[in-house]
T-cell receptor
Framework: GIQVEQSPPDLILQEGANSTLRCNFSDSVNNLQWFHQNPWGQLINLFYIPSGTKQNGRLSATTVATERYSLLYISSSQTTDSGVYFC??????????FGPGTRLSVLP | DTGVSQDPRHKITKRGQNVTFRCDPI?????LYWYRQTLGQGPEFLTYFQNEAQLEKSRLLSDRFSAERPKGSFSTLEIQRTEQGDSAMYLC????????????FGPGTRLLVL
């Protein structure tokens, strides 16, 4: 099945800093989503982005499907951005597969 | 729209007991998914429904696990003869289906098997 890798596994930032999270996947995909899991365990959908670029406030994402990677940018980070960021992909009818996540801690 | 809801939010049970979890999806969503998440890991797919039809089951879903979605609305996930290894967060998600397969997750049910 499709493999998903995320980097870095852990990230510590000072409030106000910018960051880039990466997701690599091993095969072509028809669905890619970024999620944020808050400290209470709730998974929040950030972007549905199988290709192209999207922006939502301080967050933006880019997926280069031909090169099998996606990037999530967080600008002017806030303490409420802390949590785990997951990339999840679907390969044309296969199961939706999550990456191992990037754990982000934003310090005040 | 109140989003995806799950009940109960927490369940503690003794090994060997049966447990049942419920998921209520977003009302117009015809797809419903179950996932399991253990500490420090990403969610793992268990099964999904298109309306009332169960279309796919993971190899993770042993014979002790069964899921239903009668009438294509809410869904239940039952675990029979629970084992300590079943301790995990059980997550439900729903989506409209193609063309945009954005999945929306519920708050999860945290299961602890003693």
């Amino acid at each position: 099945g499709i493999q998903v890798e995320q980097s870095p596994p852990d990230l510590i930032l000072q409030e106000g800093a910018n960051s880039t999270l990466r997701c690599n996947f091993s095969d072509s995909v028809n669905n890619l989503q970024w999620f944020h899991q808050n400290p209470w365990g709730q998974l929040i959908n950030l972007f549905y982005i199988p290709s192209g670029t999207k922006q939502n406030g301080r967050l933006s994402a880019t997926t280069v499907a031909t090169e099998r990677y996606s990037l999530l940018y967080i600008s002017s980070s806030q303490t409420t951005d802390s949590g785990v960021y997951f990339c999840a992909v679907e390969n044309y009818g296969q199961n939706f597969v999550f990456g191992p996540g990037t754990r982000l801690s934003v310090l005040p | 729209d109140t989003g995806v809801s799950q009940d109960p939010r927490h369940k503690i049970t003794k090994r060997g007991q049966n447990v049942t979890f419920r998921c209520d999806p977003i009302s117009e969503h015809n797809r419903l998914y179950w996932y399991r998440q253990t500490l420090g890991q990403g969610p793992e797919f268990l099964t999904y429904f298109q309306n009332e039809a169960q279309l796919e089951k993971s190899r993770l879903l042993s014979d002790r696990f069964s899921a239903e979605r009668p009438k294509g609305s809410f869904s239940t996930l039952e675990i029979q003869r629970t084992e300590q290894g079943d301790s995990a967060m059980y997550l439900c998600a729903s989506s409209l289906g193609t063309p945009q397969e954005t999945q929306y997750f519920g708050p999860g049910t945290r299961l602890l098997v003693l």
